[in-house]
């Protein structure tokens, strides 16, 4: 029995070590899965931004109506596209009557087949060749198709700006908290040397209730910046869809990304190229024009052709084919001669309808009337969409540029404050300036530390909001 223990310990090792494979590879599958189908496998797992976008986009109301719209138009695109293309359908039928003797000539002594039965088999093609209103009707689907896909398009550009927004805001929560916390510290310590001096007697005791209050109402601050956080990622976990505890991998120090390339010409073409704005203004464009010829198209040449070809028989007509085929020979013909035709038939026809309304009272002047101003006005709104694109692009550059100097700016600033809040403590401890200019030292210092983060994620959002304007947001974060 002994001899037999290193084994079981080695069978017992090799099975936890298979059960943790299995138990890595079930988790891995199962979080694999959950990314497939939008939804995050554990709230404690943290975020990412990417990963958060990813969630937001699956689970956001407008990007889902959008999506459905797509496919309900494209369906439709598919019904009526069906409609200028040939179609083929195969035929395949059996008739069959019954009688009894005193059929409906009975009385003039006609025999009545009491029962008959006849088998068809036929394969028919249907091509509608020239007909401009089904035609017409299909690029009309594809522009509402279009529509459709940009409407999509626009839907989750919002939906990623929104939550990139959200994201920084709990980003820009967290740096603020940080810098309170620093500020209780700071504080705290500042009371501590107003009360060695205060016991020295190198400061009033005003001195030591300042620090006092100061650290009292950095404490405050401090408490109300984590709810602020608390609720940002609250906010942010409603926004995308996630439970209420999702937790987000919030970078601890903001990235500060190059500033992109931004030469005006090529952000316009960009814009002009990728703007699902435009896109839109110009689909709706074309399908004013379709709408125009679409007036005319019933009164167009038609031309419909049809083509079958198949084969028909009759069981019950068999007795009868035979004795004549009996009575043909004895006659004396030969039996090539006395066999009957073949069963096979096929059809065709070609239909050609022309209409020429000669009293209209007005109908067709007063839709083209109708269809020019419906143009007049898309070429207006697609002029609109493309300076507007125009104008998003311009001041997306200009703000891009101001948040960049104000990011250089507050960072310059933020290092020579919190200079002058070290020297300003180290020149209250030993007792040269007063507890009110150390507390408007370290005022100094909190405001500009404030406004670097704020700069920095201005200047995030900045680089978010020109992709947007140049309509390259999506799949670009």
């Known amino acids: 029995m002994m001899g037999s223990v290193p084994g079981s310990r080695a069978r ?6 298979l059960t943790c494979a299995l138990a890595s590879f079930t988790l891995a599958v199962a979080q694999d ?22 969630f937001g986009l699956a689970h956001n109301p407008a990007v889902i109506k959008a999506s459905a719209a797509v496919s309900d138009a494209g369906a439709t695109l598919a019904r009526d596209r069906a409609a200028t293309l040939p179609t083929v359908s195969g035929n395949l039928q059996n008739q069959m009557q019954k009688s009894a003797n005193s059929g409906q000539f009975a009385q003039i002594g006609v025999p009545v087949a009491p029962t008959f039965s006849q088998n068809t088999a036929a394969l028919r093609a249907n091509f509608n060749g020239l007909n401009l209103t089904n035609i017409d009707q299909a690029r009309s689907d594809k522009q509402a198709y279009d ?5 999509l398009v626009l839907a989750q550009e919002q939906s990623t700006q929104n939550v990139e927004t959200s994201f920084y805001a709990v980003a820009q929560d ?5 810098i309170a916390q620093e500020n209780v510290n700071y504080n705290h310590t500042l009371m501590q040397i107003a009360d060695v001096n205060y016991r020295a007697g190198k400061v009033a005791g005003l001195d030591r209730l300042k620090a006092q209050v100061a650290y009292t109402s950095a404490l405050e601050q401090f408490a109300s910046a984590q ?17 209420m505890a ?163 700016l507050a960072a310059s ?26 507390a408007a030292a370290q005022q100094s210092y909190l405001a500009a530390a404030k406004d670097l983060v704020n700069a920095q994620v201005a200047y995030l959002l900045g680089i978010a909001a020109l992709k947007k304007a140049t309509g390259t947001l999506t799949g670009a974060v």
């Open 12 to 17: 017992v090792a090799l099975f936890a070590s």
């Open 33 to 54: 899965a959950a990314r497939a189908s939008g939804t995050s496998p554990d709230a404690t797992q943290p975020m990412t931004l990417e990963q958060a976008v990813d």
């Open 147 to 151: 529509q459709a896909k940009q409407q």
């Open 174 to 178: 967290e740096q603020l908290t940080g």
């Open 227 to 243: 709810a602020d956080q608390e609720d940002a990622q609250e906010n942010l976990a409603q926004l995308i869809g996630a439970p």
């Open 246 to 408: 999702q937790q987000f991998a919030i970078p601890s120090i903001l990235p500060e990304p190059p500033l992109p390339d931004l030469d005006r010409n090529a952000l316009d073409q960009l814009a002009l190229a990728n703007r699902p704005e435009v896109a839109i203004a110009e689909a709706q464009l074309n399908a004013a024009l379709i709408s125009d010829n679409m007036v005319d198209a019933p009164n167009r040449p038609n031309v419909q052709m049809t083509g079958a070809w198949g084969n028909q028989v009759s069981p019950t007509n068999n007795a009868l084919i035979l004795n004549n085929f009996n009575a043909c020979v004895a006659a004396g013909n030969p039996p090539s001669a006395c066999e009957p035709g073949g069963s096979h038939f096929y059809e065709v026809s070609i239909i050609s309808t022309w209409t020429l309304p000669l009293i209209d009272y007005g109908t067709l002047h007063a839709a083209h009337t109708s269809a020019h101003r419906e143009i007049d006005s898309q070429i207006a709104q697609l002029a609109s969409a493309k300076q507007q694109a125009l104008i998003d692009v311009d001041q997306a550059v200009r703000r891009l540029l101001v948040d960049r100097d104000n990011l250089t």
């Open 413 to 438: 600033n933020v290092e020579v404050a919190k200079q002058a809040a070290f020297i300003s403590a180290a020149q209250y401890k030993v007792g040269i300036i007063s507890q009110t200019d150390v």
